[in-house]
Structure formats: structure tokens, C-alpha cells
């Protein structure tokens, strides 16, 4: 119960206006719950969604926060030259450590295919030319995601697929690029056996833990506002499924978002 722990939220949206009534109460739950880091994406939408992620990334808080830029897949139909210009100028400001969330996502196919893979495509040659880890978000595509990273050289930056949803033979072609896996949430949902048994495929020094906050909040609080603190659960879970102690998901996950994002130590 006293033992020090240290847990990174490698995947949140906190600077999304769910927050603005009480992030600094959240932020001090996410403290409470044993939070010493976390990675805040912009990425909710268009590049101009991503303003304010930049700008918390800056400001002090009671634990460590570092933001990636990027145009989420959902809005990939906006991704003009205009919009990456803009993307290659905010992803090399202060406290921006990564490009993403990026990728497919074919299950609500919210902006058509072609412009999603050559979105996705482009973000990781940007991220390439600036040399900074990618987030990756695979939605039912992780066949043409994998190959769309492997085909442009992403295994130079590596990065990570954010809120894993796919089944353990999916595992397999990320690890080979280079890439972490980040479990989210999900992961807790009683029809969640296939995922179960992918996080299990998952190498220690692999894997990572988010929230997706203010979405995919676990059991038991499923269906409300999610929030950082809550990683506390997805990494209990994990641990669980994988026979592992606690403290050890903790700290792996932790240490390995820190690799991952150049966190400051916690
Ligand atoms: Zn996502
Ligand atoms: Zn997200």
C-alpha cells in the first residue's frame, strides 16, 4: 500500500474541453492514483485541434506532460498542404516529443480510405524528417497499417499503436518494426478475450498503458468521463492477464512511455 509507484498515462486527451471545468482537481486525482507522467495528443480532429495540447505541454502542472501533434484519421480529408505545414511547424515546438495519433481507421471510415492512407503516409515521412516517435491509431486495418509503416520507413523512428485493439496475431508485424504496443481501457470490457490474449503476446519492454481519456473509461467506471487516474486500472488489469505483479506492469510501462516520449524522470 506504501510502496512508490510510478505510472504514465502514455495516451490522453486532457487538454479537450471535457477538462476545462476541473483539470487541475484531475490532475491532482491522477497524482493521488500514483501518475508521475503523461502524453497529451491533440490530435482529436483537424490540425487546429492540436493548439491546445501544445500549449499544456507548456504550462506547470503536479506531473510531467509532454504533447504529440497530428491529424487524426477521422479527419484526414482536411490533411491539405496548408494543414501540414502547420502540423511540421507545431510538431517542433517545445514540449512536443511525437506525430500522431495517426493511421486507419476503417471501422467508422469518418473520411474515406484513399485520403486516410495518404494522410497516414505523410505524417510518417514528417515524422521521419524531424525524427520523432509516431502514434499510431489502427482501427480493423492493421494488415495496410503495418504495411503502409513498414513501406515507409517507420522502423527509422519507431512509435507506438495507441489503445490496441487487434488480436495477438496482429502483435507480431509491429514488434518487427520497432514498434510499442499501448493497451487502453478496452481491456477491461468483459467481451475483451481476443484482446486479453494479444496483451499476453506483448514483450514487457513493448508494452505501455493509457487512458484515452475523456473516452474509453475501464470498468467499473465504463460509459462515464475517463480521466488519467484511471490508468491505474488498465495497468491492474493488464497485470492480471498477464500473471504479472502490479509494480512491475507499473514500472515497465512507465519506464518504456518515458523511453518512448522523452519524458523527465518521475
Ligand atoms: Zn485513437
Ligand atoms: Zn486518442
Redesign the pocket.
Known amino acids: 500500500m506504501s510502496e512508490p509507484l510510478s505510472l504514465v498515462d502514455s495516451?490522453?486527451?486532457l487538454a479537450e474541453p471535457d477538462f476545462d471545468a476541473d483539470r487541475d482537481a484531475v490532475l491532482q486525482r491522477a497524482v493521488a492514483a500514483g501518475v508521475t507522467g503523461l502524453v497529451c495528443?491533440g490530435?482529436?480532429g483537424a490540425v487546429e485541434s492540436n493548439f491546445p495540447a501544445v500549449a499544456l505541454a507548456g504550462r506547470p502542472a503536479p506531473v510531467s506532460i509532454v504533447a504529440t501533434v497530428g491529424i487524426?484519421p477521422h479527419d484526414a480529408s482536411t490533411a491539405d498542404d496548408a494543414a501540414f505545414e502547420t502540423l511540421a511547424r507545431l510538431a517542433t515546438t517545445p514540449g512536443v516529443v511525437a506525430v500522431g495519433?495517426t493511421g486507419l481507421d476503417f471501422h467508422y471510415d469518418r473520411s474515406p480510405r484513399p485520403a486516410q492512407r495518404t494522410a497516414f503516409a505523410r505524417t510518417v515521412a514528417l515524422a521521419r524528417a524531424i525524427r520523432r516517435p509516431l502514434?499510431v491509431?489502427v482501427r480493423e486495418a492493421h494488415a495496410e497499417a503495418a504495411a503502409i509503416l513498414r513501406a515507409e520507413g517507420a522502423a527509422a523512428v519507431g512509435g507506438v499503436i495507441?489503445?490496441f485493439t487487434g488480436e495477438r496475431d496482429d502483435v507480431g508485424p509491429y514488434l518487427d518494426l520497432g514498434f510499442s504496443i499501448s493497451v487502453a481501457g478496452i481491456v477491461t470490457f468483459k467481451n475483451a478475450d481476443a484482446l486479453r490474449d494479444a496483451v499476453r503476446a506483448v514483450p514487457l519492454d513493448r508494452l505501455l498503458v493509457?487512458t484515452?481519456a475523456p473516452?474509453l473509461a475501464p470498468v467499473p467506471h465504463r460509459g462515464r468521463r475517463n480521466e488519467p487516474a484511471h490508468v491505474r486500472l488498465v495497468a491492474e488489469m493488464v497485470a492480471t492477464v498477464r500473471g504479472e505483479p502490479f509494480a512491475v506492469v507499473a514500472g515497465a510501462t512507465a519506464a518504456n512511455a518515458r523511453r518512448l516520449f522523452s519524458l523527465p524522470a518521475g
Open positions: 495516451h490522453c486527451h495528443v490530435a482529436t487524426h495519433e502514434v491509431h495507441h489503445c493509457e484515452d473516452y
